[in-house]
């Protein structure tokens, strides 16, 4: 086992316990671990932009605008979390307009405005979603996330050929991408059959749907960091890079599946 390897399953290990009790406390605990999970990971999804101490005022303000929105979903005040949606897009854009405006010079970027306002919708906005599950739904969401990852990553590591998106993520396989998928849907038909109400075929298309959400997250942070130059979003957790590294597949299976659930009730 490696270095690295060894580093990533002790990490894994520590945090593991911390899952469980914030699933199990829920409520206060579910609030502050999606704050923490929400600050670190939109501070790290900003620093792949602005480096190090490069724009700390916007860094700061998206991310106490992300604990509003959290907070605001936590208390059910809809209207609260559309409203500091508005009020980000709006306040990055009036910044923009006013640097246009009194710039001699066209050096006004609206990419900062951009990137100021998608790191709202990317994490905290997404995360909230949570505050609407059930406690069986939440941990079906995380443990698909984590089985598409886990078996991904081994499927991939014995047995990958073929290549699936070199240009996105080049260690990603074809054979890692069903092994993913087989380990989501064997979590959604494991939970589902034990806690739920819908059919074994309907849980199986459960999994596989949220299997290629988790992928699909996956890679886009991949072309992000691809984008930007940088291997990891972080560094504070050891073997698997920064939280923003470990909850990218999380961020597109929370809202698939409310919209699944939506559509069809699975519990």
Known sequence: MTNSHRQRWTTALIAFPLLIAVLVIGDWALLAGLLATSVVGQYEFYSMFWPRHEKMTLKLFGCLMGIAILIASYLALPTAVIGLIALTFWLSNFAFLGKYGISMRDDADFTQAQILTNGVLYLPLLLQAAFSFQRVELILVLFAAFASDIGGFY??????????????????????????????????????????????????????????????????????????????????????????????????????????????PFF
């Not at 075929?201 to 988790?214: E, Q």
């Not at 504070?236 to 299976?253: C, E, W």
């Open 155 to 264: 499927a991939g590591r014995f047995f990958g050929k073929h290549k699936i998106w070199p240009r996105v993520s080049p260690k990603k396989t074809v054979e890692g991408s069903i092994g993913g998928m087989i380990g989501c849907c064997i979590i959604t038909l494991a939970l589902g059959l034990g806690f739920g109400t819908a059919p074994w075929y309907a849980l199986i298309l459960l999994g596989i749907i949220l299997n290629c959400a988790s992928q699909l997250g996956d890679f886009f942070e991949s072309a992000l960091k691809r984008t930007v130059g940088v291997k990891d979003s972080g560094a504070i957790l050891p073997g698997h890079g920064g939280v923003l590294d470990r909850v990218d597949s999380i961020l597109l299976v929370l809202p698939t599946y409310w919209f699944a659930q939506s559509i069809y």
